[in-house]
Structure formats: C-alpha cells, structure tokens
C-alpha cells in the first residue's frame, strides 16, 4: 500500500493531464494513473516522440493532434507522479470526512493500493455501439479502433467505407487520404431532421470557439470532394453482407438502395460518456435525451455527488479535447481549494481563465449535439441484430423478456446473461437500456443502466493474494 496522496487522477488524456500537471505545479501530492503504455488518452495516443518517430504520420494528424505534445512536455516538465500500464480495478469510496478513498489498480502483474484524499476522474468517453446487422463479422471496426491503429503502429488502411456520423468520421478519412490512402466512401446518416433541428442553435454555434470548429468540418469535406471520394448523403439501412468475414455493404441513399463491395468498414455514430467507474462509485448519473447517452452528474468545478470524487472532461458529458483540458484544470483548482491550499476567491482567479476557455469550447456544443444525434435504428436495432457480441444476445431477445416481467438491465442479466461477458457490458448496456425503454413504453432514465461492480477489469486470484494491505 503507498501513502495518502492528495489526489489520484485516473486517465492521462487532456483532463487528466491538465489536472496532475496544474496540481504537480502547486506541489500537491498527486499521482497519474493510466491503462496506456504513454501519455496523452485516446486523442492523443502515441504522441509523445512521434515528431521523432514519424514525422509525417504527426504531419498527417494534424495540428490538434500536436497540441498533445505540448500537453505531455508540459506534464513532464512539473514532474508529477506517473503510473502508466495501470489499471484501476476498484475505488472504494471514502466513509467519512476523515477517510481517504482508497483505489485499487493492477500493474505488472501485481495489484496495488493507493490512497487519496481526492479522486479526479478523467476517463472520458467510449465510442457508441452501433449495433447494425453484420457489425461482429471480421472487417467491421469503429472509427475509434481504426484510428487506434493509426497513431500507435502507423497503420493505414486501404479501401475502408466509413459510415455514421459525426465529426471524427471526416476527420479520420481526412487523416488516411493525407497518407495517401485511398477511402471507397464515405456513408453519412445525419438525418434531414437533425439539420433542422441543429439549425436553430447555428448563431450560438458561431461564437467561442464554434466558428473555427465549424470551418475545420468544412475543409475536411471539401477535401474529401477534391479527392473524389463519394459521399452518399441520408444513408439508412446499413448492412454488412458476408460470411466469414465482410465483403460487401448494403444501405439506402435518400431512399434508394445501394450495395458497395467492402472489406474494411469503419463504422461510427458519436461518443458517449466512459460511465464504469463512476458508476461503480455510487456517482448520480442524469440522462441526455438529446445524445441518449447517461454522464455523471457535476457542479461546475467537476464535483460529483460523492465527496472527494472528481470528473473531469468527457465522462460529464461530451465536450471535445480542448474543453476536456480546461475542465481538468477547472477540476485541479477545486481540488486545491479542498486541500486548503486556496481558498474560494483563490480557485476562482485560478480557474477564470480555464472557465472562459470551457464555455467557448462548449458553445457549439448544443448545435453538434442535435446535428449528430444518433439514428433510432442503432439505438433500438431489429429483432435479428446481435446486440450483446460476448453473450451472443439478440435485441429480438431483450425484447422478449420484457414481455415475461423483465423491468430493467439487471434483471436481464439473469434471464439471458446479457452484459455479463469480458466487457462487462460497455458494448451493449446502452443499447439494452435503449430496448427494455423501448417495449415497456416508459423512458430510458426510468429504466437506468446496470449495476457495476468491482472488479472493473479482470484480474487474478494471485494479484489479490500477493496483495499487501498492511496498514490499510
């Protein structure tokens, strides 16, 4: 067991590391702990030395991707404390004023014990399921996956389909054609009603922040149009056709069907909040009908309804790697009025700056949020679509068990084992609740989500019996 720190930040992407840096900087005690071999989450993956490296895959991310570079120098600068290839496994929450939280986390091997006044949680988000026929056939991918591959081993694929929405899907096909990759096309399911619906919230888009972000979808679109790259528009019906793996797609176009011949297909509709730890805390979660996705519920420094928990950036709802940055200083001023070390008046002129730079940064939120709101049919799938890959469970199947009395996720658990298999049910568990919402005919916030407990990641028999607790 390692002694008290002051906080514990959980996830090194831009939260993460805006809050240990801000916090390493006023010498707190603070340690970083992340799953990943290097610094900088998903956004930035792989970052650190690239320039080295690769120098032309660091050209062809992109200037934003490069921002993360100087996030890392600037962690590693005030030297705060790193636990890299670290998994958290379990955070027992604090039972009194007094009392420390204690998290649990495995590395190397070995499972260790930290304790800490304050717990920040960076953890950020996780790609939306998209559940459409075919999606568990080999050569069906996520956007995130696809780009996962791209920053840390410098693959690049050749002849990929994109579908869904939203922005990282143009961002990454600019990113491949940057490399000189060829993209078959690009199907985009933003629906006309979610234009017309985003459409009213355009003139507070245009402020902040938002009018640079929207020049940047923009360009990327133009690329992709020099480049020749089809974009079918107002896409429906997506399938994966194949047996042991995928070869073709099939969809519809405003209206029409279509059929592509494709052995890579990215798929993507958006990012939801990473909800497992928060929830395995015992944090209040609300529910964003617009996204129809869960996040914990925050003040605005990041507070969340357990004392000394922390969330910071995305997993308080989705706001982008720059607000994400901001919030994790927002959240590290906080922390440092809870330590004593500022008071109130002193983490509002720290944190001023960091509150103007977040509502710039959200201020196009409202317009992108309606503009990519996801698809009814990836939200409540056909009958015949698999819906929980690890215990191979329909959504036909969710659907019949609520008509035998099942009232909510957990109880599925018990009749079909749905989100008890090695993700523990991050792929499907919002989709599930989505269904059960669905044929109960009541809405998803009264039908929650399920109940998370340790251990968060597996681990093994050893690790918990070499464990020393001594003096815990």
């Known amino acids: 067991m390692t002694g008290a720190y002051d906080a514990v930040v959980i996830g090194a992407g831009p939260a993460g590391l805006a809050a240990a840096t801000l916090l390493a900087e006023r010498q707190a005690r603070v340690v970083l702990v992340d799953e990943q071999p290097a610094p900088g989450g998903q956004i930035y993956r792989a970052v650190e030395g690239m320039t080295a490296r690769q120098p032309e895959l660091f050209e062809a991310l992109g200037p934003d991707y490069a921002h993360g570079d100087e996030l890392v120098t600037l962690f590693r600068t005030f030297g705060a404390e790193y636990r890299s290839q ?144 089809p974009i079918f528009r107002r896409v429906t019906d997506i399938a994966l056709q194949g047996t042991s793996e995928v070869t073709d797609i099939s969809f519809r176009s405003r209206g029409r069907p279509m059929w592509l011949s494709a052995d890579l297909v990215a798929l993507h509709e958006g990012v939801i909040p990473a909800q497992q730890i928060t929830r395995s805390i015992g944090c209040v979660h609300d529910w964003d009908a617009v996204q129809h996705c869960f996040r914990a519920c925050t003040d605005a420094w990041g507070n969340s309804s357990v004392d000394g928990v922390l969330v910071a950036g995305d997993g308080a709802g989705i706001g982008g790697a720059r607000a994400a940055e901001h919030a994790g200083r927002i959240a590290a001023a906080e922390v440092l009025r809870r330590l004593g070390v500022a008071d109130a008046a002193g983490r509002d002129a720290l944190a001023a700056a960091d509150l103007r730079g977040r509502a710039a940064h959200l201020a196009i939120r409202p317009f992108l949020d309606r503009l990519y709101a996801p698809p009814a049919a990836i939200l409540r799938p056909a009958d015949a679509v698999m819906v929980c890959r690890c215990e191979e469970v329909t959504a036909g199947a969710i659907r019949g068990v609520v008509q035998q009395g099942c009232l909510g996720p957990n109880q599925a658990k018990s009749f079909l084992r749905a989100g008890m298999g090695p993700c523990q049910g991050r792929m499907c568990g919002p989709v599930v609740s989505e269904l059960i919402a669905e044929a109960r005919g009541v809405g998803v916030e009264e039908v929650g989500y399920y109940r998370i407990r340790p251990p968060l990641k597996p681990i093994t028999v050893g690790e918990l019996a070499a464990l020393d607790v001594s003096g815990a």
Request: aromatic residues 4%; proline residues 6%; positive net charge.
């Open 86 to 229: 670290s998994t958290v496994w379990q955070i027992s929450p604090a039972d009194g004023s007094d009392a420390a939280h204690e998290v649990w986390l495995s590395r190397g091997g070995r499972s260790e014990l930290l304790q800490a006044r304050n717990v920040v949680v960076a953890t950020g988000a996780m790609e939306r399921p998209v559940p459409v026929p075919g999606w568990t056939l080999p050569g069906a991918m996520t956007a995130g996956a696809v780009q996962v591959m791209l920053k840390s081993a410098g693959v690049v694929p050749e002849g990929m389909v994109l579908a869904g929405s939203g922005p990282l899907l143009y961002l990454l096909a600019g990113q491949c054609l940057a490399l000189g990759a060829r993209i078959t096309a690009v199907l985009d399911t933003t629906a006309r009603a979610n234009e017309q619906a985003a459409l009213r919230h355009l003139p507070a888009a245009l402020r902040g922040a938002g009018f640079g972000y929207l020049v940047k979808g923009l360009a990327l679109k133009l690329r992709l149009r020099r480049a020749g790259v």
